[in-house]
C-alpha cells in the first residue's frame, strides 16, 4: 500500500471523500472491494484502504 494511514473513517466522511451519498458507501463498498473495520457495531474505513482503492481503480 502506498499512501494513507491507518486512520478510521466513518461513511459519511468517505462518502464526502469520493462524492457520493453515505448510502451508496453502506450499500456498494463490498462491491467496490473496499475493505471495512467494524468498531462495535459502528462500520468504518481506514483511510490507507480508501487510498488503496482509489489506485487500483483509477491509478
Known amino acids: 500500500m ?3 494511514s491507518y486512520v478510521l473513517l466513518t461513511p459519511a466522511e468517505v462518502a464526502d471523500w469520493l462524492k457520493v451519498s453515505e448510502g451508496t458507501v453502506k450499500n456498494k463498498y463490498r462491491t467496490w472491494g473496499l475493505r471495512s473495520q467494524k468498531v462495535g457495531r459502528l462500520l468504518r474505513f481506514r483511510e490507507r484502504d480508501v487510498v ?8
Open 2 to 4: 502506498r499512501g494513507g
Open 52 to 59: 488503496d482503492y482509489l489506485d487500483r481503480k483509477y491509478g
